[in-house]
């Protein structure tokens, strides 16, 4: 009689507990969709320290030690503080001690002592060229001891190549790490990585240490977030139409002025890390003349490419770094700006006269150069522009279009005039990569090897002890470029961030260079 | 039947191997390598040629072709520069969506597309044969990722019925079919539709009649049967036609596959991805014509008997 009883009250209370599972609804999951921009497309694997192309979510699923500002100063964040002794051969780090990853490891100074030596071999192995060890002070802080100083370190270890990994997880999961699996310490895990197709987080319940250039704190506010790489941009743009994405995190140009026109559709402005311009083949004659290298960078009007191309977006470029990067601010005179009556008389000047049929001529030669460019709808634009520009002072550019990587090992041949360029990069030493007389003719199109830049060039690399002292350097070294004309500036592209607003609402002003934890932690579904 | 399986295995082989030596030619004199998508604006000049050196792109190119060549004939395709996994991982989690959308493709435009061309074929200059007409030249003249776009358009943002793009299901896969299905009609109806007239024509036909069969049943019995043989032929080209279209509605409609991996190895100058996705498709290609030829050899005798 008992047991029957027992045997009863625990059917009723199965029951009651399944019927009041019944009624009391679950939260659903949240979810959003996000569409990738092309440049942060074909992602091959969340693993850092090994991969070659990484977008937007690594710096969700991982964390690093220090977070840089769309303004480029660095902020703490899995390391609390660091030092850097007066001659920069030591730097140590003192690092938060309630951070664990994904798999439940605990994050220490020995995980930074396994992970440093792993990019040895690999294609990243130049970030931390610089690091001869790293010793274990106690638990939560270490030393890098350096082979030489680097001041560029903090860039490094900001830089989503530097999200740091579990060390369990990576040596459990060899060579599929990255693919089939990735475990980081940061606000989103990874849940399903398809590579080239799309990639699905999850919210880390546990996630308490917010960089501080988040408001949001704690876990995630919003369950699940897929990012999708959509390769035809005339699809994304439909798909943002459907609600099929929520966010697109880089819009092209060509829609710009349709999505604007759309009342449920929110356009901000994300710190810019591009820059359009134009190299000058210094060795092809003209261009040898500096006079008639400064005329074709003063006929280039950079207020009417911003209009009518751009939309009003994005600045009129006047040097060759992006606004934001400290070097960018040089002494005014070095700005490169339009001018055409300069031009003109420059030419005049180097013995170019006006000829007839509007075309400059000197030695029965006629101003004829080439002017290359790569088969992109926005560079083709920009460089027919630029085409009428140039014809107005006299110089009659002939515009060849070719494919982007054919191009490149054109410019390896030393035959290009002009051309007009994109890059994409948030630090001073492009300088380096792209007028470095170690690397004529790609990425250095300008062919430029010229020894005060040079000297400049070597000081700025490796001369420099200290953040400060390399920012002059480059500064110098970026001042003595624009005096030399050896490219134009045409356009620092905004990058346009747009959203469906009667599904999220985004941060108004995206905080980081790279939407990361600080773009997506703050995002907020609208109800 | 034995000696024409023979006969075209014995060409069967030295097409695969001249299909080989183009591939490779091809990649290689288009100017651009990999390595200049591995470099990134922060390393030095010494990284790009330890890069080069390191995936065997310093060598000459006849060593590279000979040892792609000898690798492959033990199965192994190499290794993807850009995404450091091996080719045949690659091709293989790329193949089912490329399979899927090929087969139905195929299936659909050859069904509807013989239907359509026995009709026009049964009723030629009528109202209905023109409508059929213009709408296949339409499908073959416009560009498939035109086509894909339009589709879109209208099925997805006005009338909200798939979804623009991806994999979430099997509506997913309405318009990629669609779309290929239209573009890989015109052919089949085109021909059906000439060998329906010619049989027509012919004179069994005409004794067909003068013994008094009624029209149906010399339409369904005899000259559908007789009209579908250069059919065989046809879908074996079809299978070409199909596998380039998947490349580019594949890009548009974001869908994974071998046409999406190709597109992006070749941006890429992934050697080794696009030589192994490229010899899947023109493999593709020459299986398909093959097995048409068996086929047809099988349905006609004087193709079996060896008067081709």
Request: hydrophobic share 45%; aromatic share 10%; charged share 20%.
């Amino acid at each position: 009689m008992a047991r029957a009883l027992v045997v009863r009250l625990i059917i009723l209370s199965v029951a009651l507990f399944l019927g009041a599972q019944a009624i009391v609804p679950s939260r659903a999951e949240t979810s959003v969709t996000i569409g990738l921009g092309l440049g942060s497309q074909g992602a091959e694997s969340y693993n850092p320290i090994l991969a070659t192309r990484i977008a937007d979510p690594i710096y969700l699923v991982y964390d690093t030690l220090v977070v840089v500002d769309k303004d480029f100063n660095y902020h703490p964040h899995l390391a609390k503080s660091w030092e850097t002794s007066a001659d920069g051969l030591t730097w140590t780090f003192k690092l938060r001690d309630d951070v664990k990853f994904h798999d439940g490891t605990k994050f220490d100074a020995n995980v930074i002592k396994w992970w440093v030596p792993k990019f040895a071999g690999g294609e990243n192995a130049y970030m931390v060229e610089a690091i001869d060890s790293v010793e274990v002070v106690d638990d939560y802080s270490f030393k890098f001891h350096m082979k030489h100083p680097d001041p560029n370190l903090l860039f490094n270890l900001s830089f989503g190549y530097m999200g740091i990994p579990s060390p369990t997880a990576y040596e459990k999961l060899g060579d599929k790490y990255g693919i089939t699996g990735a475990v980081g310490t940061g606000p989103y895990m990874l849940k399903e990585f398809v590579p080239g197709q799309q990639v699905t987080l999850t919210k880390n319940p546990d996630f308490n240490w917010p960089d501080p250039l988040t408001k949001h704190k704690g876990p995630a506010s919003i369950d699940q977030l897929v990012f999708r790489d959509i390769p035809d941009i005339s699809t994304t743009f439909l798909e943002l139409q459907t609600g099929g994405i929520d966010v697109w995190t880089a819009t092209a140009v060509d829609f710009l002025s349709r999505l604007k026109a759309q009342p449920n559709i929110t356009l901000i402005d994300k710190a810019s890390t591009g820059m359009l311009y134009l190299p000058i083949n210094v060795t092809k004659k003209p261009f040898d003349d500096i006079r008639v290298r400064e005329a074709v960078a003063r006929a280039i009007n950079q207020k009417e490419i911003r209009e009518t191309i751009f939309f009003g977006t994005g600045r009129e470029a006047d040097t060759f770094l992006g606004a934001a990067l400290t070097e960018s601010k040089v002494d005014p005179r070095y700005l490169i700006k339009y001018d055409p009556e300069r031009a003109k008389k420059l030419l005049d000047e180097a013995g170019w006269m006006m000829g007839p049929g509007e075309v400059r001529v000197k030695d029965g030669q006629e101003l004829r150069p080439t002017l290359w460019v790569q088969s992109d709808t926005t560079l083709r634009r920009v460089a027919e522009m630029i085409q009428a520009e140039l014809a107005a002072v006299g110089i009659k550019a002939e515009l060849s279009t070719f494919d982007g990587t054919a191009l490149r090992d054109m410019f390896k041949t030393g035959k290009h005039e002009l051309a007009v360029r994109e890059y994409g990069w948030s630090n001073a030493d492009v300088l380096d990569y792209f007028f470095s007389g170690k690397r004529l003719g790609f990425p250095n199109i300008s062919m430029w090897n010229d020894s005060k830049a040079e000297a400049l060039n070597a000081k700025a690399m490796t001369g420099a002890k200290s953040w400060d002292e390399r920012v002059k350097s480059f500064t110098e070294y970026h001042e003595y470029i624009l005096s030399q004309f050896v490219f134009a500036p045409i356009h620092e592209p905004a990058e346009i961030i747009a959203y469906n607003n009667s599904k999220v609402r985004l941060p108004a002003a995206i905080p980081a260079p790279m939407l990361g934890a600080s773009t997506f932690l703050d995002m907020e579904l609208v109800q | 039947m034995m000696m024409a399986l023979a006969r075209r295995l014995a060409v069967f082989i030295p097409s695969f191997l001249l299909l080989t030596v183009i591939i490779f030619l091809v990649i290689h004199i288009v100017p651009g390598d990999p390595i200049d998508q591995l470099v990134k604006a922060g390393a030095d000049a010494a990284t790009r040629d330890r890069l080069m050196a390191k995936y065997g792109l310093d060598q000459p190119l006849l060593v590279q072709y000979w040892t792609w060549l000898g690798a492959m004939l033990t199965g192994d395709l190499g290794e993807s520069i850009i995404q450091k996994r091996p080719v045949a991982d690659l091709i293989l989690q790329s193949m089912p969506y490329t399979l899927t959308l090929g087969i139905l493709s195929l299936a659909l435009s050859t069904v509807i597309g013989v239907f359509l061309g026995i009709l026009s074929g049964a009723l030629p200059n009528s109202i209905f044969d023109r409508v059929v007409n213009a709408i296949v030249i339409v499908g073959a003249s416009v560009p498939t990722f035109w086509l894909g776009l339009f589709l879109i358009m209208l099925f997805s943002v006005e009338l909200r019925l798939v979804p623009v793009s991806g994999t979430g299901g099997a509506l997913s896969l309405v318009l990629p079919t669609a779309t290929l299905t239209l573009s890989g009609l015109t052919l089949v109806t085109q021909v059906m539709r000439q060998s329906v007239i010619a049989t027509t024509r012919s004179d069994f036909v005409t004794l067909l009649h003068g013994r008094g069969f009624s029209r149906f049943y010399i339409q369904s019995r005899h000259i559908v049967w007789h009209g579908l043989i250069p059919i065989i032929t046809i879908v074996g080209l079809q299978i070409g036609w199909i596998v380039g279209g998947a490349v580019t509605v594949e890009v548009v409609f974001g869908r994974p596959g071998i046409g999406t991996l190709l597109i992006k190895a070749i941006n890429q100058r992934d050697f080794p991805l696009i030589q192994g996705a490229l010899l899947m498709l023109a493999g593709a290609v020459i299986l398909g014509n093959l097995l048409a030829d068996l086929l047809q050899a099988g349905i006609d005798p004087r193709i079996r008997l060896g008067a081709a």
